[in-house]
C-alpha cells in the first residue's frame, strides 16, 4: 500500500540521513520514478524532504525534523518480541539492554495490540543453538566487538582447526556473525574474505589504524561470499553407503553437512543408500562411529580406508583385540575381510 510505502521512506530517511533514490528503489522493490512521486506526496503533507542531484545526492529530510511513528500493526508489534536466540544477546554483552528496551517498546506500543505482544513473549522461543552440541571454548568477543564498531583494524592470534600452531593475522572486519550458536569474525585479510571463528581466537588486539574495507562491500555482501564458499566447496571423495533403516533418520542428522541427496528409499529393503561426499579419503573414518550399521559400497579405496581405521582402533587397544587382528566385519552381515578389500560390498543386490 501506498501509505506503508510512505511511512518507509520517512522511517528510512530519518535513520539513515540522505539517501540515494536507486537504493530507496531497490529496498522497497518499485521504480525511481514511483519513489520521485512518493517524495512529492510526502512535500505536499507538509513533510519538509528534498532531494539533491549530483554524484553525493540523494533525498533528505532537513535537519531538525523528527516524528514519532506510533501507528503499528498488531503484526508488528508480535514481530517485535520474536526475537532470536537470547544468547546470542548475552555474548554481545546485551541482555540488560535488550530487555530495557523491550520494556520500552511494549510502552509505545497502541494499547490494543500490547496483549498480543506480551503473549507473543511468552509463548515464542527461538533457540538457534545444535542439540547436544558438547562443551566448546567460549569466544571472547570484547575485543572484536570493539573492532567491528570503531571501524579499526585487529591483530588476530588464531589457531586453525586440526592445527598445533598458532598463526598471526592483521585483518580489517565488516562484522561479527552468529550461526547455529557459533560466532565468525568476518574480514578481509590483505583484500581477500576470510572467516574466522570466535572461539579459535587466542588473543585478539585493537590496532590504531583505521580499517581498510574495499569500497561499497557490506557485511552481508562478505558473509554471503563466504557462506557459498564453504557450501558449494568440491568434495575430494564421493561415497556410496547403506544404512540399516532404523538408523536412517540419525544417520541423516549426523552426516548432514556430507550429503549430498536425500537417502534413497524402497520401503521394503532393510537398508536405505545413502550418497556424501568428503574432502579428503580418510575423512570417511567418520563412518566407524555407526559400527556394523552402516556399510560403504563404493568406491573400494574408501572400504579398505574403514579397514585400516578398525585396525588401528584394534591395534590401540592392543590383546583385547588380538583374537580379531586378522578378521574386521565388512558391513554387519557376518562375512570378513583378511588381505583383500570387496569392491561391491555384501548383500548389494
Known amino acids: 500500500m501506498k501509505s506503508d510505502r510512505l511511512l518507509s521512506i520517512l522511517l528510512l ?3 539513515r540521513g ?3 533514490a536507486p537504493e530507496l528503489a531497490e529496498r522497497l522493490e518499485v521504480s525511481v520514478r514511483t519513489i520521485y512521486r512518493d517524495i512529492e506526496a510526502l512535500s505536499a503533507a507538509g513533510v519538509p524532504v ?3 542531484r549530483g554524484r ?3 533525498i533528505g529530510l532537513l535537519a531538525g525534523f523528527r516524528t514519532d511513528v506510533t501507528g503499528l500493526t498488531a503484526d508488528e508489534s508480535r514481530a517485535l518480541f520474536v526475537l532470536a536466540a537470547q544468547g546470542a544477546h548475552a555474548a554481545l554483552g546485551l541482555d540488560a539492554a535488550l530487555a530495557s528496551a523491550l520494556r520500552k517498546v511494549m510502552a509505545a506500543l497502541p494499547a490494543p495490540h500490547r496483549p498480543a505482544a506480551e503473549v507473543t513473549s511468552r509463548r515464542v522461543l527461538v533457540d538457534a543453538t545444535r542439540w ?4 566448546e571454548r567460549a569466544a571472547d568477543l570484547a575485543v572484536l566487538q570493539d573492532a567491528v564498531f570503531s ?3 585487529l591483530r588476530l592470534r588464531y589457531r586453525h582447526s586440526g592445527e598445533r600452531e598458532v598463526r598471526t593475522y592483521t585483518v580489517d572486519p565488516y562484522g561479527l556473525v552468529a550461526k547455529a550458536g557459533v560466532w565468525y569474525l568476518v574480514a578481509d585479510r590483505r583484500g581477500r574474505p576470510r572467516l574466522f571463528r570466535a572461539d579459535r581466537v587466542r588473543r585478539a588486539r585493537l590496532l590504531d589504524e583505521p580499517v581498510r574495507r574495499r569500497p561499497g562491500v557490506e557485511l552481508a555482501d562478505v558473509w554471503e561470499e563466504l557462506r557459498r564458499r564453504v557450501e558449494e566447496r568440491e568434495a575430494g571423495v564421493e561415497v556410496t553407503v547403506r544404512v540399516r533403516r532404523e538408523l536412517a533418520d540419525m544417520f541423516r542428522r549426523m552426516v548432514a553437512a556430507e550429503l549430498t541427496a536425500e537417502p534413497e528409499d524402497d520401503g521394503e529393503s532393510p537398508w536405505v543408500t545413502a550418497r556424501l561426499a568428503y574432502p579428503a579419503l580418510r575423512a570417511v573414518r567418520q563412518l566407524l562411529a555407526f559400527s556394523d550399521r552402516v556399510e560403504v559400497l563404493d568406491p573400494p579405496e574408501a572400504r579398505a580406508e574403514l579397514v585400516a581405521g578398525a585396525r588401528s582402533v584394534l591395534a590401540l587397544y592392543g590383546e583385547a583385540g588380538a583374537g580379531l587382528s586378522g578378521a574386521v566385519p565388512a558391513g554387519g552381515a557376518g562375512g570378513e575381510v583378511s588381505g583383500a578389500v570387496p569392491a561391491g560390498g555384501a548383500g548389494q543386490g
Open 13 to 15: 530517511l530519518q535513520t
Open 18 to 20: 540522505r539517501v540515494p
Open 50 to 52: 528534498y532531494a539533491e
Open 56 to 58: 553525493h545526492g540523494g
Open 132 to 135: 547436544k552440541s558438547g562443551p
Open 151 to 153: 571501524d579499526r583494524r
